[in-house]
Each structure stands twice: as C-alpha cells, then as structure tokens.
C-alpha cells in the first residue's frame, strides 16, 4: 500500500491495518517452520509495509499533538 493511501486512513484503520499485516508475518514465518513452499521475498515485503505504516502512524500522531 502507498504512503498517501495510508495518510488518508484514520488511526483505527491504521492500526487494523496493522494487526493484518503482524498476522500475514507470523503466517509466513509458521509456513517457512513447516517446510512449505514459501517466497522469500513477500518477507521483506510485509516487514517494509509494517514499517511505512508505522511511520505513517506516527507522523500522524505527532500532527495531531501539535495541534
């Protein structure tokens, strides 16, 4: 998801955003453990979208405290 989509979303959003992206990480991470057949690269995928969307949240937080 893009940056500016995710400015748009509200907190509950975000943060629901966030709770879907933690689960679609443990899930990878148990379908590796298992030995199933997983893309190494949607790891880094969901790991760099947890971090925009944390950033996003923050900086939205941060806007809202100075104002």
Request: charged share 40%; aromatic share 2%; glycine share 6%.
């Amino acid at each position: 998801m893009d940056a500016k989509q995710l400015r748009a979303k509200s907190a509950v959003e975000l943060k629901e955003e966030l709770l879907k992206l933690r689960r679609e990480q443990f899930a990878l991470r148990m379908q590796r453990a298992t030995g199933q057949g997983v893309k190494p690269d949607q790891f880094g995928k969901v790991r760099k979208s947890i971090a925009r969307l944390k950033t996003v949240a923050r900086e939205t937080a941060i806007a809202g405290e100075k104002k």
